[in-house]
């Protein structure tokens, strides 16, 4: 088969096309024919080494590397105590995420444990199918439901998502992205009044996808125009996420995707909540988004399509920004399998 490799790492042309044997499943998993797969930030971090993240936090990595976690296509065969899925299947998943930062999902056929996967909705394609996994469950655990107790790597605090009702405010920031633009219809879906923080050019399709408010971080910060908001998801995250606290009310609570440096102290004093959790594969979460999907409750948005041996092009796309929703590769079925 072919499929995308890091022989050493860097930037976008570092990724190279190779021929790779065929994976066996082993127990408990299944090798899905890959027809689309998604990108996601993970992807260039683990293509530049994760440079940025604490040695302790990075789990083993031998190159070469068959990047990426999100996959959609049909099942090819399932190892002999997999119950739950057959030959012909279609299928779509997050795939050994976080145990393996990586999933080998560049590639024309992938194995995974069978509870990665999900049945893909006979009314969604591969390319839409492929862009839900990582972000839909990121928004899902951050927002529904966390559906785990494992510890979180960035805090002791154990993450308990806010119940979102009529009465609920949220303010998303960078919610045109991946993750954001799927938060901003859950939101929706749970009857929450939404403010989305985008750039102007986002501004039809985030009010389209039903933000009620939005702003323009070019034109005036969020930080001094929203207050007495009762959650902040923070898909940018990092070290400027602290500003978000002062637009709050008290008992209020920021998720910040991508956690930063935040003062315990502060927090109590503000009466507010900082907590953070680490997206997890579920195929059970990821049927239930599948069901929106499927409904038209929710809809991923593509950024733009490109050929699997053109990887290196969807990383120079996401390496300029301001991506609406998600850049999705496309893999050519060849008659042969081989």
């Not at 444990?113 to 394609?125: E, N, Q």
């Not at 785990?148 to 993450?159: G, I």
Request: no cysteine; proline share 7%; charged share 25%.
């Amino acid at each position: 088969m072919r499929a995308i490799r890091l022989h050493e790492y860097g930037g976008p042309e570092v990724l190279r096309y190779d021929e790779v044997p065929i994976p066996e499943p082993r127990p408990g998993e299944v090798l899905v024919r890959v027809h689309a797969v998604g990108l996601n930030p993970p992807d260039w971090y683990a293509r530049e080494g994760m440079p940025d993240v604490p040695a302790e936090l990075k789990p083993p990595v031998d190159l070469p590397l068959i990047p990426g976690t999100d996959v959609s296509g049909v099942v090819e065969a399932v190892a002999a105590d997999v119950d739950g899925f057959a030959a012909g299947d279609e299928v779509f998943g997050l795939l050994r995420f976080p145990t393996a930062l990586q999933g080998s999902a560049y590639a024309e056929y992938v194995t995974a444990p069978a509870s990665d996967f999900a049945r893909k909705p006979a009314g969604v394609d591969h390319v839409h199918a492929a862009g839900l996994p990582m972000s839909g469950l990121t928004a899902w655990q951050f927002l529904i439901e966390l559906g785990h107790d494992h510890p979180s790597p960035f805090q002791e605090a154990r993450h308990r998502p806010m119940a979102l009702d009529g009465g609920t405010t949220v303010l998303i920031n960078g919610a045109a992205g991946g993750v954001g633009h799927l938060a901003l219809q859950l939101a929706k879906w749970k009857g929450a009044h939404v403010i989305a923080v985008a750039s102007g050019a986002h501004e039809t399709f985030l009010r389209e996808l039903g933000a009620d408010e939005f702003i323009d971080y070019t034109k005036e910060r969020p930080e001094d125009v929203a207050r007495d908001v009762d959650l902040v998801l923070d898909t940018v995250g990092g070290p400027d996420s602290r500003r978000f606290l002062r637009t709050l009310k008290r008992g209020g609570s920021l998720y910040p995707v991508y956690f930063g440096a935040f003062d315990d102290e502060e927090n109590a004093r503000l009466g507010v909540t900082v907590t953070a959790t680490q997206v997890r594969s579920n195929g059970a979460q990821l049927a239930e988004l599948g069901r929106l999907l499927d409904a038209g409750t929710v809809r991923v948005a593509v950024d733009s399509t490109y050929p699997l041996s053109d990887a290196r092009a969807a990383h120079e796309r996401a390496a300029r920004g301001h991506i609406q929703g998600k850049i999705v590769l496309t893999v050519a079925q060849r008659v042969s399998g081989g």
